[in-house]
């Protein structure tokens, strides 16, 4: 899977992103009816009970349970790899800053492993939105690992990084970028969908009813 393949992903998943917002934010208003000549030519009966899209698209936990379990070699390849990466990274940029700015990162760093910790320890069961969140989770995560520049600025004003540092920064965040994306070119699409939702099969089981 080339770059070039990987700017169109991330335009799609962008571009779904601000669609759903706007259908959320437009879904409260109130919606044309179809014209008469395509009722007419489908058949449309005006009393006919619109198809619970939901209950259409039901998930099969047990299928997908399967599918982690099938790939979970390589799924545990995969995050040890990107856990390298993202190790790498921290090592040398944790060394380009001085005390002030490194125990700021630290923090921020504590502040994530928290978060993280506190999701694994959770115990109820998902919903099927959960799931879908989670599956779809590591392809927004991939915009975070190949994009340099926003993250060059969010850094710079989070950690006030000076000129120099800054083009240390660059320069770290590229090669992370190209370790990424050659990460990418030899992974599988599922195994990277479902390498968010691996670590919480207990919360996969269907629900007791």
Not at 39 to 51: H, L
Request: charged residues 30%; positive net charge; glycine residues 2%.
């Amino acid at each position: 899977m080339t770059q070039r393949v990987f700017v169109a992903l991330l335009t799609v998943v962008v571009f779904l992103a601000g669609y759903g917002a706007r259908g959320f934010t437009d879904r409260g208003g109130p919606v044309p009816p179809p014209p008469a000549t395509l009722t007419q030519e489908y058949g449309v009966r005006p009393n006919a009970k619109p198809v619970d899209a939901k209950a259409a698209q039901k998930l099969d936990r047990a299928k997908l349970l399967a599918e982690i379990e099938k790939l979970r070699p390589q799924i545990v390849a995969y995050t040890a790899q990107v856990a390298e990466i993202d190790a790498e990274f921290e090592r040398e940029f944790t060394a380009l800053l001085v005390p002030e700015q490194r125990e700021r990162y630290n923090a921020n760093s504590k502040k994530r492993l928290e978060l993280d910790a506190k999701r694994r320890a959770e115990t109820s069961i998902l919903s099927d939105e959960d799931i879908t969140r989670e599956r779809d989770r590591p392809l927004t995560d991939i915009y975070r690992q190949v994009t340099v520049t926003p993250r060059l600025e969010w850094m710079t004003k989070e950690y006030k990084l000076d000129a120099a540092q800054q083009t240390k920064t660059r320069a770290l965040l590229s090669l992370r970028r190209n370790q990424f994306i050659a990460l990418l070119d030899s992974t599988a699409h599922p195994t990277i969908r479902l390498s968010r939702l691996a670590p919480l099969v207990q919360r996969v089981a269907t629900p007791a009813k």
